[in-house]
């Protein structure tokens, strides 16, 4: 039973455009939700995050929206840029009482192409 | 220097040997983790610790153990290698005494092959 599901395998985004990357959980006790960046031969690299209290957390070109009622998280980047061609994985995790563990989506393939 | 490392980075094992994985940080955090990584199904728990001599299983733990006999330190066991135990292995540390969202490091992850 996966709890957090990127149904997109994969996504390919023209340079400058925006790219939306979802993500969808079953689990509503979750409190925060990250995404993680992932280059090939490296771990993956936090990249943003949101709590639960919130519905939208931005940092530069990334902007992460949450809506609770629905059970759904995007990832926004705008503009998109070729090095943020990558794997992005959704995850998802409960408070420290809970020992910080994260589960994660399968992953979305990024590719922004030049 | 990497905050999280693992070693080896790459090993082929064959079907019933033992092998170990380990992982190293600098960051001083108390938590440490193993996953891995299938493709289509993202990282899953395999065990994690807070503190050192604690272990706790994770989502995935038949088959390996695991040994903190050090804070910095997180090694991973395959008693026995099967074939499918091939995976991406990633090392992963965070630090309880944080925000609420806490986010987790990861190291370069070990590619294993066991034939």
């Known amino acids: 039973d996966q709890q957090v599901k990127q149904n997109s395998p994969s996504l390919s985004v023209q340079e400058g455009r925006i790219s939306i990357l979802n993500c969808d959980y079953t689990?509503?006790?979750?409190?925060?939700f990250l995404w993680y960046k992932k280059y090939p031969a490296e771990g993956p690299t936090f990249l943003i995050s949101i709590s639960s209290i919130k519905d939208k957390n931005e940092d530069g070109r990334f902007t992460v929206f949450l809506n609770k009622s629905a059970k759904h998280l995007s990832l926004h980047i705008v503009p998109s840029q070729p090095g943020d061609s990558a794997v992005y994985f959704c995850a998802a995790g409960r408070g420290q009482e809970y020992g910080n563990k994260l589960v994660f989506g399968a992953g979305t393939i990024l590719r922004v192409k030049s | 220097d990497a905050d999280v490392t693992q070693t080896p980075r790459n090993r082929i094992t064959k079907t019933g040997k033992r092998i170990m994985l380990e992982c190293s940080q600098t960051?001083?955090?108390?938590?440490m983790y193993w996953y891995r990584q299938d493709p289509g199904l993202g990282l899953r728990l395999i065990y994690y610790?807070?503190?050192?001599?604690?272990?706790n299983k994770g989502e995935i733990s038949d088959g390996y153990s695991v040994s903190r006999q050090a804070q910095a330190k997180f090694s991973l066991s395959l008693e026995s290698a099967i074939p499918n135990q091939t995976a991406l292995y990633f090392c992963?540390?965070?630090?309880?005494?944080?925000?609420?969202?806490?986010?987790?490091?990861f190291g370069p992850g070990t590619r294993l092959l066991v034939l």
């Open positions: 610790s807070f503190d050192v001599k604690d272990i």
């Open positions: 992963a540390t965070s630090d309880s005494v944080g925000s609420l969202l806490e986010t987790q490091y």
């Open positions: 689990n509503s006790m979750f409190d925060y």
């Open positions: 960051k001083g955090h108390d938590r």
